[in-house]
């Protein structure tokens, strides 16, 4: 699979009754844990004080990953997305080992 580094942002539409955005950041949640655990979400970070979120992504391809791995999120209707396709550096020195 090809990797991407993802930039997600989602803009609630105004006037959205509260109570389905709740439904729908459960529903995020748990689409997440599903996607992690088959391998199409690698990582996802927040940076500080902001409101999108970074991610690594695996799919066999751009349109898979948009189409299929984070166009299947519940907050997708609302998200804008920043693909990156990336591939290791020759001076990648892998991953990082677990702090305690």
Do not use: C, Y
Not at 65 to 80: A, D, F, K, Q, Y
């Amino acid at each position: 699979m090809d990797e991407f580094l993802v930039v997600l942002t989602t803009t609630v539409p105004q006037g959205t009754d509260p109570a389905e955005v709740d439904r729908r950041r459960a529903a995020e949640s748990a689409r997440a844990k599903e996607l992690a655990g088959s391998g199409h979400l690698v990582r996802l970070w927040r940076p500080m004080g902001e409101r999108h979120s970074i991610g690594l992504w695996r799919a066999k391809d751009e349109a898979d990953l948009r189409e299929n791995v984070i166009g299947s999120l519940p907050l997708w209707p609302w998200m804008t997305a920043d693909v990156t396709a990336v591939q290791p550096h020759p001076n990648d020195p892998g991953p990082a080992a677990p702090t305690a």
